[in-house]
Structure formats: C-alpha cells, structure tokens
C-alpha cells in the first residue's frame, strides 16, 4: 500500500482482556516495528523484524506482550491480559532495509484505552 | 547504548521567526545516523531529516537545516520563517550500527507557533 496501515485506530477494553493490534506495512519494506507512546511520552521500541530473521523482542515489556510477522508483510501485536499501565498510543513503523540511513515510515498508530 | 536527550519540554516562536530545538545524544560507536519528526496533534510521526555521522555538510530540507556538532555531540533542528502549521511535538532520534535495528527517541519538544 501507499503507506503503513494500522487497526483499529482506537480500542477500549476492560481489564483482563486479550487485544490485537493488527499493522501492515509499506509493500516491499523487509524491516517492521512496533512503538509504544504513552500520554505525554517518547516512544519506546518493542519489536523489530527483520525479513526471515528471528525478531527482536528485547523492548517487550512483559510475556504478555507477543508479536508475529506473518508471510513478511502483515504485523500483529497481541496484549494479554490488559492492564490500566498498557494504555497507550501503539506504532508501527516499516522501512526499506534495516541500514542505517533507512528512515522509518510510521503508521498512524492504534490508541489503545484500558478501563 | 545509544541516548537522546531533548531538555526543552515547550518552545514558543512568533509566526515567521526561526526557532532551534536542542537535541545531544550519547553513543560510543562513530557510526550513527540521526533523525528528526514531528509529530501533529492528529498523532502521525511525519520524517523531517536525517544525517549520518560521518556526512561532511549540515542537512538541509527546505525550511529544516540540522545544526550538527559532532564533538559536542549535538544535533539541533532550526526551523526558519516559522508556520502555523509547525505547532507540533518534535523528536529526536537516532540508530547506531551497535543496536542498527532500533531507532531510539528523545521525550520530544512542543513548539507552539503563535500568530
């Protein structure tokens, strides 16, 4: 597509809920990431894939948090088990290559809203 | 590991005066790349500029110019003839070939373009 796509836009749950957070990519881009910004925060990497490579999961900040890379286009990230602390806006980002020079293209994120 | 740091939490500027936001950073590999986005209230991260640590000239991109000190290890974004339309978040960031994969933000800066 013309630019990263993310779903939904916005997602209330309750707490203890499972939630997906679905992204997809620029066509043809390998890399693919997930953010997360909290209300008035930076943001803070979670997940990187690379192509076939095993994914980077050193910025997951807990097991309830997981990602897959299906076919390497389509991302999802799932939260289970949703607490009030995982309120926050989730961004995807895809680039080209992972070289250094590669700017990311960010999606327009999913904002996410435990009650 | 690599950090950024942006110490303005708001900046101010008066429509059509410049305005430059400070941003330092902190890694002990000489390769490195740099970034700027901004990021609108409707919340998407939009690419400003980049540049690579050993790129002997300043960035420029029409009215954004980077203001790089390699030894001071700073990389401040001037913003000239300022718009209403630049009211927004700024974040720096910046990747390194150690962690090539991650692209690490600064908390931001919020710059407010006053008639």
């Known amino acids: 597509g013309a630019g990263v796509s993310q779903s939904p836009s916005n997602k209330v749950t309750e707490k203890g809920k499972d939630v997906e957070l679905r992204c997809d990519p620029i066509s043809g881009h390998t890399a693919l990431y997930w953010y997360r910004q909290s209300l008035g925060q930076g943001l803070e990497f979670l997940i990187y894939f690379q192509g076939n490579s095993a994914p980077d999961k050193s910025g997951l900040p807990s097991d309830r948090f997981s990602a897959e890379r299906t076919g390497g286009s389509v991302s999802t990230l799932t939260i289970q088990r949703t607490q009030q602390e995982d309120s926050a806006v989730y961004l995807c980002a895809s680039s080209l290559t992972r070289s250094g020079a590669n700017v990311l293209t960010f999606g327009a994120g999913s904002r996410l809203t435990v009650l | ?115």
């Not at chain 2, 590999?29 to 970034?35: A, E, H, I, K, T």
């Not at chain 2, 640590?53 to 009215?63: I, K, L, M, V, W």
Request: proline share 3%.
């Open chain 2, 1 to 115: 590991a690599q950090k950024i740091t942006q110490t303005q939490p708001g900046m101010f500027v008066q429509e059509k005066e410049a305005v430059t936001l400070d941003c330092t950073y902190d890694t002990s590999d000489p390769s490195y790349g740099l970034f700027w986005y901004k990021q609108p209230s409707s919340g998407e991260m939009i690419f400003l500029i980049y540049q690579g640590s050993y790129d002997q000239q300043n960035a420029t991109e029409g009215r954004y110019s980077l203001n790089f000190q390699k030894a001071r290890k700073s990389a401040n974004l001037v913003i000239s003839a300022s718009q209403l339309g630049d009211s927004a978040m700024y974040f720096c960031a910046m990747r390194d070939r150690l962690e090539i994969q991650k692209l690490v933000f600064g908390t931001g800066t919020r710059l407010l373009v006053s008639p």
